[in-house]
């Protein structure tokens, strides 16, 4: 069993095990640079001692640039002597990860870090040979020939990956005791499991479940992994000290490399949500959001100097040097398909509130609307990024307010917004995009009792009808916004899709009764089963849309605790009570390597695969009923055996 | 003397001639009182008689409104019912259902609303066999090309 | 199945038991009134008054003439079950947990509490027939080192007597010299119940620990495990089918009031060879503290913290049922 001794950080702290009385407190190593031959040294020198004026004073012979002695071309790095070990510091800070040109990005060390060369060769050797020669195959679980999913649950100290086998016991994968002293979290792509220590963060994966990297970062107790698994950020409440003896609280890390490329002091001032007290620190996680492809990550300043600054990956440099200033920006979020920034800004003075969308990096802004006697915003992506949801709250008289909804139509030109009002006297608490789809859920209130779900769909414009009959010119030009259902949703807070679109489920979770709506939205929503889970607090789909699961965690309620697990439509297959169960997760997969094509083929001939497969599970349902079977009647027997002994016994024990 | 007792006599004659009419007098008064308590008593008994009768009448005109009531709204809900019961494309004619009677309607829904949970859960039996073998169908072809992937 | 609801205690029942017939049930409290009614129609015939605390436990002689009951009152007391005299009375230094007359009803035996310095201790005294020659003396006394005992019953032929304990162990003492027999951890937690099979070679204890277990008399080896999500008051083996029944639930300080629409109060009943739970009995307001098979396995008995005892006739379709 592994424990959080086991995990051998020591290489790490011995990395940053640093003399700090050496006398080369002045000299920082730049690597990074363009490799050039004799004839440019002089031009590359000259441009690097520009760079570094504002920050340091170097002498004539300050910079020493190795050169390869048979071909006289310089090797990409070299020396620079500072007039004060302060200046080497401020270098470091500020020309690290610097972009010197398109495909150059500084790095800048201090020379007393170079035992961090030594001891680290993987930053230099080429990065795409490594990942995979030693490595397991970190997607094996993908294969499994029952098309079966894992998921991992957190039981006491005792985490386990199990197989999901229906309504049959599951197939333990893997299990340790104190894998994790907090939490576990998988990767958005399920290549990894994130387990928290007391030191850092570490990544497990591939069959056997090795360690496969880890981020050292002092009592973490936040991550979020960027959409493509490249990069992961981590978070303490308490700062650490960087090797420069700056307070930091936020990281940002290159998974295949382990390396971190970046770190930010993050005042509390700047965090998300109100709180004053720095006892009850409030963040709005993630503080740094990743664009789609990972190219990107973003995080917003509040206040009059408001703005939001957005880093380039790997070198994690200030896109353009310069972060884009947006006064008193309360809100933003990236499209989770191309390089559009979305953000809020209130009313000011005689200026409207006003949403906006921002390509990056040009910072063209696409569209804007001026929104008015606005008291809230809350900004929602569909997740293909062709709409963008913003749910508004207005002030309607001094006392009351009025929510209506701003859809935003990013494939249509001039990106038009429809407006979307509310019954009166309905307020939306909640908004849930489909995902896969182009419909949405929200929740609203009716007064302080009457809870409603409705479900709209968005038309795009020019779309035929479900007749397959042409709309009429008006609704061509237009699109709409087409609401399909009412209904009403006693003790339902929360709207879970099925990843796979189409399907939900409604649940009254966390502090509601747990009950559960299992809907199928499609052209008529219908009401397929209702279910209960006393005390629910999380409702998760499966990977592939094909199952449910509802759970009691120990974290939020003390009695009860343990999983339910449901088909789709809402029939119940296990009920698991599981004392000191924790969490549950199931296990993310990748977009399916079949092409479109493929795919539809696949489903054309389904009723050949449905022979196979109705085969396989009839087979199965045998076995496991003469399993069941033996097994009962192996007890039956072993009993009356038993009980044939003890009568034997009474009877002599009674003549004697 | 005699004179006496002819006066006397008559004394006594007039005496119970006098007493005879009073006897009288008084057995007429005492009868006209009977009959005045008689004909009273019969008063009251008519008067509570045609109370009574005209509270039967006030009862027995509720109930008749009542009834009323009730037929209309046992056609209204039999309307309703046989309503909701072709919306819900049971196979009658409008005359066989105009002919039910609501309890047999009512009666009839419950059976249709059964007939309908039936049919909607074979139907998601169907629906969830076949999301299951889609992605099953997807996964078994998926299956060469993530060694594929792999290799690479 | 429609229950008979016998209402005549005042607070939660600790322990309710029939006869050797059946036809009677006995029934003791938190209140100090210990109770007999017809198991048939739920009609009160009696109640057994003097004591002037819990009664924890009951036991009924093999004849059905006497009734022994133990209380926190310190003391043990014997009645006459048809006339409700109290027939005799053993003082105690502790409160009496649990109380059993020995098979011919020849002597019996209670068990005091530890407290405050005093071990828990088993004694066993004669009983006479003629209420004449009682006296208080005891037979023997074992005085038991360790974690107190809970519940207590005699062996096969008054040759053992069996305690379970407060922190989930089994003891076997020989019922004639006191000698610590066998001994086994058979629970986590409080042995809350512990009730034969009618020829005591098998016994049924439950536990806070959430479970209940068949063990084997001579041995204690574990036979079968009944696993629930509760603290388990009370489970009783029928006498005629392979089935059990156990009831309990939390606490009665942490019970909520939404707890009664989950159904944690429920009865439970489990197939005894394959530890698969195959129904549940709702009806009560609070857990379940004791629960009793009738002799002739046609029903059961439950007594819960809400102070009402249920009596249950099992219809045609429980006998149909495999």
Not at chain 1, 21 to 47: Q, T
Not at chain 2, 91 to 102: G, N, P
Not at chain 3, 77 to 103: I, M
Request: hydrophobic content about 35%; some cysteine.
């Amino acid at each position: 069993d592994m424990t959080e001794e086991d995990l051998d950080f020591s290489d790490i702290e011995a990395r940053y095990a640093v003399d700090t009385n050496s006398s080369y407190d002045n000299i920082v190593i730049v690597d990074g640079a363009p490799i050039v031959g004799e004839a440019k040294v002089d031009r590359l020198l000259a441009v690097v001692r520009k760079l570094f004026k504002n920050i340091g004073e170097i002498p004539d012979d300050g910079i020493y640039m190795p050169r390869d002695e048979a071909s006289g071309q310089s090797k990409g790095f070299m020396f620079i002597e500072f007039a004060a070990p302060e200046q080497a510091a401020l270098a470091v800070k500020m020309v690290n990860n610097h972009k010197f040109d398109s495909k150059h990005t500084l790095s800048v060390f201090k020379f007393n870090d170079i035992e961090r060369f030594a001891n680290m060769p993987d930053e230099f050797v080429e990065p795409e040979a490594e990942p995979f020669v030693e490595k397991e195959h970190l997607k094996s679980w993908l294969a499994d020939d029952k098309a079966r999913d894992q998921w991992v649950m957190m039981k006491g100290d005792e985490v386990s990956i199990y197989w999901n086998n229906k309504s049959e016991q599951p197939d333990l994968a893997h299990t340790r005791t104190n894998w994790s002293d907090m939490y576990v979290a998988w990767s958005p792509k399920g290549t990894y499991l994130a387990t928290f220590h007391r030191q850092g963060i570490v990544l497990w994966g591939g069959p056997s479940w090795k360690k496969i990297v880890r981020f050292e970062h002092p009592n973490v107790k936040l991550i979020d992994f960027s959409s493509n698994e490249k990069y992961i950020t981590t978070w303490s409440h308490e700062p650490f000290t960087t090797s420069d003896g700056d307070q930091h609280r936020v990281a940002i890390w290159d998974i295949v490399t382990g390396r971190q490329l970046r770190s930010f002091p993050v005042e509390s001032s700047a965090l998300g949500g109100s709180s004053n007290q720095q006892s009850t620190l409030k963040i709005d996680w993630p503080i740094f959001k990743w664009s789609f492809d990972d190219q990107y990550v973003a995080r917003m300043t509040p206040g009059e100097n408001g703005m939001i600054s957005v880093y380039e990956t790997p070198g994690m440099g200030l896109l353009d040097k310069k972060s884009i200033k947006i006064e008193n920006i309360q809100a933003f979020a990236w499209s989770p398909s191309e390089h559009v920034l979305s953000y809020w800004i209130p009313e000011a003075g005689n200026n409207p509130a006003r949403v906006t969308l921002m390509k990056v990096p040009s910072r063209e802004i696409v569209r804007q609307k001026n929104l008015f006697n606005v008291i809230d915003c809350k900004l929602y992506w569909q997740q293909q990024g062709d709409y963008l949801a913003v749910q508004v709250e207005r002030a309607k008289t001094k006392k009351s307010t009025v929510t209506n909804l701003e859809l935003f139509r990013l494939r249509e030109k001039d990106i038009p917004v429809d407006v979307v009002e509310l019954a009166q006297g309905q307020d939306i608490t909640n908004l849930f995009w489909e995902p896969h789809g182009t419909r949405f859920a929200v929740l609203a209130q009716e007064g302080a009792q009457k809870t409603v779900i409705q479900f709209y769909q968005m038309v795009p414009a020019g779309a035929t009808d479900t007749k397959g009959k042409k709309k009429s010119a008006k609704a061509e030009q237009a699109g709409e916004v087409k609401l399909l259902k009412t209904a009403d949703a006693k003790g339902i807070n929360q709207v879970v899709w099925s990843p796979k679109g189409r399907f939900c489920v409604l649940g009254g979770v966390r502090g509601f009764q747990g009950d559960l709506q299992f809907w199928d939205v499609d052209e008529e929503p219908t009401l397929m089963n209702t279910g209960e889970h006393y005390m629910c607090t999380d409702v998760e789909w499966d990977p592939t849309g094909r199952y449910v699961m509802s759970s009691v965690s120990y974290w939020r309620v003390q009695s009860d605790t343990g999983f339910t697990l449901w088909t789709f439509t809402g029939q119940l297959l296990s009920r698991q009570s599981v004392p000191l169960f924790k969490q549950l997760l199931w296990r993310p997969r990748p977009p399916t390597l079949l092409s479109e094509e493929k795919q539809k083929e696949v489903k054309k001939k389904l009723k050949d695969y449905s022979r196979e497969f109705d085969e396989q599970d009839a087979a199965q349902t045998t076995k496991v009923s003469r399993e069941v079977l033996e097994k009962r009647l192996g007890l039956l027997r072993g009993w009356r055996e038993y009980v044939a002994r003890t009568e034997d016994e009474y009877r002599r024990e009674r003549e004697y | 003397e005699e004179h006496k007792q002819t006066a006397q006599r008559r004394l006594l004659i007039e005496k119970k001639k006098e007493l005879r009419e009073n006897e009288v007098a008084r057995k007429e008064k005492e009868e006209q009182r009977l009959r005045q308590i008689k004909q009273q008593q019969e008063q009251e008994a008519e008067k509570v008689r045609l109370e009574e009768e005209a509270k039967r009448r006030e009862t027995d005109r509720l109930a008749q409104v009542r009834a009323e009531v009730e037929k209309q709204e046992a056609a209204k809900l039999a309307a309703q019912l046989a309503g909701e019961l072709k919306d819900r494309n049971v196979k009658m004619t409008q005359e066989e259902l105009d002919s039910m009677d609501a309890d047999k309607l009512r009666a009839l829904q419950i059976q249709q609303l059964e007939k309908e949970k039936r049919e909607l859960q074979s139907k998601l039996k169907v629906l969830g066999k076949r999301y299951d073998h889609i992605e099953r169908a997807f996964r078994k072809e998926e299956i060469p090309l993530l060694s594929a992937d792999y290799e690479e | 199945m429609r229950p008979i609801l016998l209402h005549g205690h005042i607070r939660s029942l600790t322990r309710v038991k029939y006869n050797r017939e059946g036809d009677l049930i006995f029934s003791v409290s938190k209140d100090n009134k210990p109770n007999v009614w017809y198991s048939h129609n739920g009609e009160r015939l009696g109640s057994y008054h003097g004591h002037n605390g819990t009664v924890w436990d009951l036991d009924i002689s093999f004849d059905s003439k006497r009734l022994l009951t133990g209380s926190a009152d310190s003391s043990a007391r014997l009645w006459d079950v048809q006339t409700g005299k109290e027939l005799f009375k053993w003082n105690t230094n502790t409160a009496v947990r649990a109380v059993a007359f020995a098979q011919g009803d020849k002597k019996a035996l209670y068990v005091t509490d530890a407290v405050m310095g005093q071990k828990s201790t088993i004694w066993v005294v004669p009983v006479e027939d003629n209420v004449e020659d009682q006296t208080d003396e005891f037979m023997l006394k074992i005085t038991i080192d360790g974690p107190k005992a809970t519940v207590a019953e005699w062996g096969n032929l008054n040759k053992t007597i069996i305690t379970g304990h407060d922190d989930g162990t089994i003891t076997v003492w020989d019922a004639e010299t006191g000698e610590r027999i066998k001994e086994h951890r058979t629970h986590e937690s409080t042995i809350t119940d512990l009730q034969f099979t009618k020829n005591r070679a098998t016994f049924i204890s439950s536990s806070k620990d959430c479970t209940a277990k068949i063990s084997d008399a001579k041995t204690l080896k574990i036979m079968k495990v009944f696993t629930t999500e509760r603290p388990v008051n009370s489970a009783s083996i029928s006498p005629i089918k392979p089935h059990i029944v156990l009831g309990g639930g939390q606490e009665a300080m942490s019970v909520t009031t939404t707890d009664q629409r989950h159904g944690k109060f429920e009865a439970r009943f489990y197939h005894l060879v394959f530890e698969e739970e195959i129904g549940r009995v709702k009806g009560h307001f609070g857990p379940i503290n004791t629960l009793a098979f009738h002799p002739d396995g046609t029903g059961y008995a439950s007594g819960a913290e809400d102070g009402f005892i249920r009596v249950h006739h099992f219809d045609d379709d429980y006998f149909n049922f495999k």
